[in-house]
């Protein structure tokens, strides 16, 4: 699950009844998904606990408790993400790697994040927070494409440092809105690896219950000899390319530009009581490329697709997506909580 925009994170933090999101999908990154998304609210409405967990038949788990609290100079956000993956599939390094030569592994890895975002106005918001890291890959397929990989971090390794965000938010036409963010963070421990990445999103409300919205996104990871397995550089469904494969495509560097249309289709509940449930459809196109330096990327390196999918809102914190998405290599389809992008 991708973190939602910060004006949906606030609106998580006013939810005023327990909710339950059952999670009954599919991705091709970790098959029939059975699990659920709970809401525990504050009995001020001043924030909430969420659980996030499920089982994948591909072998996956995961256990995500998280915590939102509003106070009068911001917002506290904290989650534990730990995940469990059976025969990981991993494609070498590179943007032209093969989709049918592939090496398996299984690994653990777990992600605490405690981040405060202050307000500076209505359009500035800075955000600034502990990060701590565990991953270890306990079996691993024999195959030449690890030795393609510039990093060897597989055994237990423990990391912790800092991240930081700046978000500037501007209105648009059409009811709109204009999102530019930037931030990074740093991992200090047995090892020492960082990254920065780049955001601007613009969406549009021209009528009733739907938007447009186009993004753009860049990331630079450095350091990666040192950067453990799991948590290596690359785009897929692991960054909601939905078209292909967690980390598909690997780099030091990449790019990812995202094209999509919601509408709503129907709403059953109260609405300004946080209690209702929305259904809505999505169309969507993507285009991604990862590379070892900024100047090697070009419009030639570009992997494209193109998908719809259904959108069930229980309330504005409590999202489910289900998408199919068609690339060059096939559909795939994906389930996550969450804005796309």
């Known amino acids: 699950m991708k973190k939602a925009v910060l004006s949906l994170v606030f609106a998580a933090s006013l939810a005023s009844a327990f909710s339950v999101l059952p999670t009954l999908g599919y991705s091709a990154s970790s098959g029939f998904i059975f699990g659920g998304y709970l809401l525990f609210p504050f009995t001020d409405t001043t924030g909430q606990f969420s659980i996030n967990t499920y089982y994948g038949t591909a072998g996956v788990i995961k256990f995500q408790p998280g915590m939102v609290k509003r106070f009068d100079n911001g917002l506290l956000v904290s989650t534990l993400d730990y995940r469990k993956v059976i025969e990981k599939e991993f494609f070498g390094w590179g943007n032209a790697t093969d989709p049918d030569s592939f090496a398996l592994m299984d690994f653990e890895k777990a992600n605490l994040v405690v981040d405060f975002t202050i307000p500076a106005g209505d359009r500035v918001f800075f955000t600034g927070g502990l990060d701590a890291r565990h991953s270890t890959v306990f079996n691993r397929e024999e195959s030449v494409l690890w030795g393609r990989l510039p990093g060897d971090v597989y055994s237990s390794t423990w990391t912790a440092g800092l991240s ?70 690359g785009i897929g469904q692991n960054e909601n390319f939905r078209g292909y494969n967690d980390y598909r495509f690997t780099g030091s560097v990449w790019t990812l530009y995202q094209l999509e249309v919601r509408n709503d289709l129907v709403t059953l509940g109260d609405v300004e009581a946080g209690k209702s449930l929305t259904v809505g459809v999505t169309a969507f196109a993507e285009a991604g490329e990862a590379a070892e330096e900024f100047e090697e990327l070009s419009i030639n390196g570009l992997h494209t697709d193109y998908g719809c999918g259904l959108n069930i809102k229980l309330n504005p914190s409590a999202q489910m997506r289900i998408d199919a998405a068609w690339s060059k290599e096939g559909m795939l389809v994906q389930s996550a909580f969450g804005l796309s992008f």
Do not use: C, M
């Open 164 to 233: 930081g965000r700046i978000d500037y938010v501007v209105p648009a036409p059409l009811n709109g809105d204009i999102l530019f963010s930037t931030g990074g963070f740093f991992q200090s421990g047995d090892v020492f690896y960082s990254g920065v990445t780049g955001k601007v999103r613009g969406t549009v409300r021209p009528w009733a219950g739907g938007e447009i919205a186009l993004g753009a996104r860049a990331h630079r990871q450095f350091n990666i000899a040192d950067t453990p397995v799991p948590f290596t550089s």
